[in-house]
């Protein structure tokens, strides 16, 4: 091949290079309030599993007249009673090691629980973190989910009212943990059993009905 065809053929494949990995490239900020999304069926970009037993989860977009940022929201809504079962929702288009991440919730009903839970570092249904607020229990909390096995390793007891709108936080860097409420930290932790790059997304427990609402997330550095 002639040296210019050489040339030009190799921009090409160079551009072609440049293309792929901007279309896989994973953006740094995100945020969806499902305002776009029909309701009743399950959330378009979302991969939705299951830790624990049970029957597979029920996440569709609801209408809910009440949420701050648009009538939209998603919601778990099978009511199963299994205790040890962990529905979870999970953004497709976004992974990170080290992020900031925020979702408004509503505690609706559940007997078992009326839980709300932020999952990062997700690699898949039986590993991650996740924190959670619990309406029934008053109180928040952080695991780490290791084959399965939820484990504690830090929380805090504070009022988490039913039907009103709150805002759940969490901030990795590394293996220190931030953990919030409306804005307001509750305590820091250090974890150091997921270090790599991993999924953000939404979980419940139970038979918890739970309407989420804004879900946003940022890579720190």
Do not use: C
Request: hydrophobic letters at 45%; glycine letters at 10%.
């Amino acid at each position: 091949m002639p040296a210019p065809l050489l040339r030009r053929h190799g921009l090409l494949l160079a551009a072609a290079a440049l293309d792929a990995a901007r279309a896989h490239a994973q953006p740094r900020r995100m945020r969806q309030d499902f305002e776009g999304m029909p309701v009743g069926v399950p959330p378009a970009g979302f991969s939705i599993g299951l830790t624990g037993g049970g029957p597979p989860p029920r996440w569709v977009v609801l209408e809910d007249p009440s949420a701050p940022t648009g009538p939209h929201v998603l919601a778990e809504i099978s009511r199963d009673r299994t205790d040890a079962r962990f529905p979870i929702a999970i953004v497709e288009s976004f992974e990170a090691r080290d992020v900031a991440v925020s979702v408004g919730f509503r505690p609706v009903d559940g007997r078992v629980d009326q839980a709300a839970g932020l999952v990062v570092r997700f690699r898949d249904a039986r590993n991650y973190y996740v924190a959670r607020a619990n309406a029934l229990e008053d109180n928040v909390r952080i695991y780490r989910v290791v084959d399965g096995r939820r484990i504690q390793f830090a929380g805090a007891d504070i009022r988490v009212p039913r039907e009103r709108w709150q805002v759940l936080g969490l901030a990795v860097r590394g293996e220190r943990f931030e953990v919030f409420l409306n804005g307001r930290m509750l305590f820091a932790a250090s974890d150091r059993t997921f270090a790599g790059v991993g999924r953000i997304g939404v979980w419940t427990k139970a038979d918890s009905l739970t309407h989420f609402d804004a879900l946003e997330a940022e890579e720190v550095t």
